[in-house]
């Protein structure tokens, strides 16, 4: 099992519309959590971090189930301007301490 | 502005030869990464520098080779010995290691090998 899993998409979703992303970790003892946002051929950008209780950042929400082992996001009311790919980052605990790890990334294309 | 440069934007490299890339950050973070990217990949760790003077492998280390003299920079040598070194390549910090905080990216360096 991958460390941390995504569905790569791409979601195609009409202007307005709100789309969901999970993301599956596996390391149960997992203590940050992360979404962040990558467009073509760019660096990855923090889009926002997520907290145990669930936090809202304008149109994202970012939520952690600890007990299914997996974090969503959710964009409201989408813009074509949110097209993108989104990446789930999770640290794990190493040896040496916490190491972020990576997802493939879900790819967003919003269209008119 | 505080941030991380990458230099170069884009670099060729005929097989056979060592290029350097360069990381400069000044925002006064202790952790340092490099990191690579394939397409449909994730990114993966190359080296890492929890402080100025020691570095630590990642996950693909084989082929390169990394300093960290100063605190503001990390730069990453791609050696003749790394096999598919066509990438994507992305610097980052964070404030520490040990706590897993969120990291920072550079615009990275796309290497071509001709």
């Known amino acids: 099992r991958k460390e941390v899993e995504q569905d790569p998409g791409p979601f195609n979703v009409p202007e307005g519309a709100t789309v969901a992303f999970n993301c599956t970790y596996s390391?149960?003892?997992?203590?940050?959590f992360f979404w962040y946002r990558q467009d073509c051929r760019k660096e990855p950008k923090l889009l926002m971090s997520v907290y145990s209780s669930g936090n809202e950042d304008g149109r994202f929400t970012a939520q952690l189930n600890r007990a299914s082992q997996y974090i969503s996001l959710l964009i409201r009311d989408s813009k074509l301007s949110d097209s993108a790919t989104y990446l789930c980052v999770v640290n794990i605990l190493t040896g040496g301490g916490n190491k972020l790890t990576f997802g493939t990334g879900t790819q967003l294309k919003v269209e008119l | 502005d505080g941030g991380i440069t990458q230099s170069p934007k884009y670099l060729f490299r005929k097989e056979g030869q060592n290029v350097t890339l360069s990381c400069e950050q000044n925002l006064n973070h202790d952790a340092m990464y490099w990191y690579r990217q394939d397409p449909g990949q994730g990114l993966r760790l190359i080296y890492y520098s929890q402080i100025v003077n020691d570095f630590q492998k990642g996950d693909i280390a084989e082929g390169y080779s990394v300093s960290r003299e100063k605190k503001e920079s990390f730069p990453l040598t791609v050696t003749s010995a790394q096999k598919n070194p066509t990438a994507f390549y992305l610097c980052a910090s964070s404030i520490d290691w040990d706590r897993g905080n969120e990291q920072f990216f550079g615009p990275g360096t796309r290497l071509t090998v001709l």
């Open positions: 390391n149960s003892a997992s203590q940050s």
